[in-house]
């Protein structure tokens, strides 16, 4: 169900974000080729929750991430998205992100 409501719910506010500033968004896992083939493979292929965080989950982007040397990846603990980047870390701040004092009075500022 969700694969059918992406393009409606989420694909079309980000692709008009991104746009907005002057940028292209590429979906690589959206592909149609690689949701058909995923669709395919069984799903203890994909992920095994019985085991370990950091090797059960995503299984298979584990998987292709070992094979490409990206070792360290390839054991991260999966964390949700919003969360993924770690940019209020980057910033050296432990407050929410877009609290009205960090929020410039222009964009340019």
């Known amino acids: 169900m969700e694969m059918r409501r992406i ?3 989420n694909l079309g506010r980000d692709d008009r974000i991104i746009s907005d500033h002057g940028r292209e968004a590429r ?8 949701t058909q ?3 395919r493979l ?3 292929l994909k992920a095994d929750l019985t085991l370990p965080r950091g090797v059960g989950e995503k299984r298979l982007l584990r998987q292709v991430a070992y094979n490409l040397g990206l070792l360290q990846a390839s054991t991260l ?3 949700a998205m ?3 980047s770690r940019i209020a ?11 009205a004092d960090k929020i410039p009075a222009r964009l340019d500022a």
């Open 7 to 9: 393009s409606e719910r």
């Open 27 to 34: 979906f690589p896992y959206l592909d149609e080729r690689v």
């Open 37 to 39: 083939f995923l669709r």
């Open 42 to 44: 069984p799903i203890h």
């Open 77 to 79: 603990s999966k964390r």
């Open 82 to 84: 919003q969360f993924g």
């Open 89 to 99: 870390k980057a910033e050296g701040s432990s407050r929410l992100l877009g609290s």
